[in-house]
């Protein structure tokens, strides 16, 4: 019979051999190893991975299994990889917005130290070394096309503004939607303003083939 002493030996190699399978660069909450035990072993047996230095805390209730650059050490979690530790987590949706959002489609240069997400969960921060993750709750409309390209398009044209829109960045957002994606960011774009629908219209919209 294993007794509960063994039991709690084993939790952390229990979760560390999970994380070890997600690789590193991977984020995590409690809620990723539920089905191991009850919550109060699995937030002792996290905290004790912390001490060896075998994972790291990144932020409340937010753990990584760091990349190791051998000149700078561990390097910062990906904004992608927190948000999706945040959702799974939760049971929430985010989007990403404002200038996060161009500067994942390549449109702004700008690397913004306030990452912010709508979310269709409650609004709050999260400090990350020095970035500041910001979920905004919003209405079911601005999450419509939540976890899709068209989403991040969407965002990105209401930061940037239709007085913004100039060919460069024209030439940009097009090369940044694969061809095989153009049909459905415009259905997403469904509900976006009419200067976006517009836009994403001329952009995307297959010429029509011409009869010989």
């Known amino acids: ?16 051999r999970r994380v070890w399978r997600r690789g590193r660069g991977s984020v995590f ?3 990723d190893f539920a089905d191991l035990g009850e919550r109060g072993a699995i937030d002792s047996a996290l905290a004790r991975l912390v001490k060896q230095g ?16 051998p000149e700078i050490g561990a390097a910062s979690p990906s904004i992608e990889a927190i948000a999706k530790a945040l959702a799974a987590s939760e049971k929430l949706r985010l989007q990403p917005s404002g200038a996060y959002a161009a500067n994942m489609l390549g ?6 130290m306030k990452i912010i997400f ?23 409309r601005n999450m419509a096309a939540a976890g899709r390209l068209g989403g991040v398009v969407i965002q990105a044209l209401r930061y940037l503004g239709q007085n913004a829109i100039t060919p460069d960045i024209e030439s ?3 090369a940044a939607i694969p061809p095989e994606q153009r049909i459905h960011v415009l259905k997403e774009a469904m509900s976006a303003p009419a200067w976006i629908r517009s836009l994403l219209r001329k952009l995307l919209q ?6 010989d």
């Open 54 to 69: 075998k994972i790291r805390r990144i932020a409340r209730g937010l753990y990584d299994y760091p990349v190791i650059n």
């Open 172 to 174: 940009r957002l097009k």
């Open 29 to 31: 909450t409690a809620d």
């Open 1 to 16: 019979m294993t007794s509960h002493k063994d039991t709690d030996k084993s939790l952390p190699q229990k979760i560390l």
């Open 206 to 211: 297959e010429e029509p083939i011409a009869n």
């Open 107 to 112: 449109l702004s240069e700008q690397v913004p």
């Open 118 to 140: 709508l979310t269709d969960g409650p609004s709050r921060k999260i400090r990350v070394n020095n970035r500041e993750i910001i979920l905004k709750q919003t209405t079911p």
